[in-house]
């Protein structure tokens, strides 16, 4: 078992949380096994009874999840960390385990268009009650706390205007109302940011995205004081979204790249972010590590550098904007991010289009508005490819 000796978060994102079996194995083991075998009868009822601890079933434990979760806690400087089947899982589960019908929860309008979904279709019909506000309106947040209040729930920064939030000033909040903050920190990474040490109570990844890396597996994560993380347990274990032992194998590889990654995605962002400012068929560019950006000193601040994942408008309407898409060679054309494979897509149409014209409006998702995740490929290339796209606009 490796023992944190208070390591620097490279150190830890390579070796953090890893048990090795008998055989002695460099590399962490994929224990692909459903269940587990006893050495007795006596030994199986202390298990099933929690007397004594080891594996019973990989709903509940598996040695590959577990050395997962160890990293990630470790690397997010939380007590404890619960992996789960996805994202919108991790998200769901920790619903499920810490609110109640009567409660009510306030959620940024800028977060990922499935979880709100999740508080307006699925939290609403359990009488949980939703207030959505502008992420960086403090008094909007203000105004929604109530005495009921059990979590606010954001995203910093925002996709796709890239909007910072103050985590800080957020958790003061939450905590003077007697609610929980969580952050989804699956634009920075514990690479880039760390909430938990900022004040918040949770986080939660789509390890789908930036943790894993090369867009294989999904899978999600919630991080935060043991306590809290054991309620999200008893939900797993009953409700059954557990993380696959094969995903988690994954994503522990991938975290052993993840700052040296991160850094390269933020480095390419910020190339292509200056480069864009200055290109006539572009309006404006949405990208916290450009010095007029309304966040920049927060996220100089609050973070390591500043993502991987900016935003632009160009010149014209939609028309202009699907024309720089379909000239892409390398840029895949996917809604999918925090991958190895630069991606664009075209808000307005596919990851906001269930939006109403007004909600669109308000969240500033414009119809000549392009969100790019840059990639790992060569900038020079990068650049070249969406040249082409402006040239014809
Ligand atoms: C993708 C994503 C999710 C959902 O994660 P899944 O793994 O797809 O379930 C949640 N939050 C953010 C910010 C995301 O980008």
């Known amino acids: 078992m490796f023992e944190d000796d208070g390591y620097a978060l490279d150190t830890l994102a390579v ?40 594996n019973v079933y990989s709903r509940y434990t598996n040695p590959t999840v577990r050395m997962f979760e160890q990293r990630m806690a470790a690397l997010e400087g939380g007590e404890a960390a619960v992996a789960t089947s996805s994202g919108m899982a991790a998200i769901l589960s920790l619903c499920m385990a ?43 947040w203000q105004d929604a706390l109530d005495g009921d209040t059990k979590l606010l729930f954001l995203e910093t920064p925002s996709n796709p205007l890239c909007e910072v939030v103050d985590i800080r000033a957020m958790a003061d909040l939450a905590h003077s109302a007697g609610a929980l903050l969580v952050v989804d920190n699956c634009f920075c990474t514990p690479a880039l940011q760390r909430p938990l040490a900022l004040g918040a109570d949770i986080v939660v990844h789509s390890a789908t995205k930036y943790l894993d890396g090369q867009g ?20 797993l274990r009953t409700a059954g979204p557990s993380m696959s032992p094969f995903n ?4 522990l590889k991938g975290l052993e790249t ?32 450009l010095p007029k950006h309304p966040g920049h000193l927060l996220a100089a ?19 202009a ?29 596919t990851t906001h289009g269930r939006l109403s014209d007004e909600d669109k409006a308000r969240a500033g998702i414009t119809e ?26």
């Open 258 to 289: 993840l700052k040296l990654r991160m850094e390269a995605h933020c480095r390419n962002a910020l190339a292509l972010a200056f480069w864009l400012d200055e290109q006539d068929a572009v309006e404006k560019v949405n990208y916290a590590g």
């Open 321 to 349: 904007a699907w024309k720089v898409i379909d000239a892409c060679k390398i840029f895949s054309v996917t809604a999918n991010l925090g991958d190895a494979k630069s991606t664009i897509v075209h808000p307005a149409t």
């Open 98 to 140: 810490l609110l109640k019908s009567g409660d009510k929860v306030i959620c940024s309008r800028s977060v990922f268009g499935t979880t709100t979904a999740l508080f307006t279709r699925y939290m609403q019909k359990f009488g949980v009650r939703v207030s959505f506000v502008d992420l960086t309106d403090r008094q909007q």
């Open 216 to 235: 294989r597996c999904v899978g999600g994560v919630a991080v935060g004081k043991k306590d809290i993380m054991d309620e999200l347990v008893i939900f």
């Open 15 to 54: 070796r953090a949380g890893q048990t090795r079996s008998d055989e002695g194995e460099h590399s962490e083991a994929l224990y692909l096994t459903s269940s587990y075998v006893f050495p007795s009868a006596a030994e199986a009822a202390a298990r099933f009874s929690g007397e004594n601890p080891g």
């Open 301 to 319: 601040e609050q973070q390591h550098m500043f993502g991987g994942v900016l935003s632009f408008a160009v010149r014209g309407g939609r028309e």
């Open 248 to 251: 988690a194998w994954v994503f």
């Open 368 to 393: 000549n508005l392009i969100r790019v995740s840059a990639g790992l490929e060569d900038f020079g290339d990068l650049q070249s490819d969406l040249a082409r796209g402006l040239a014809l606009l």
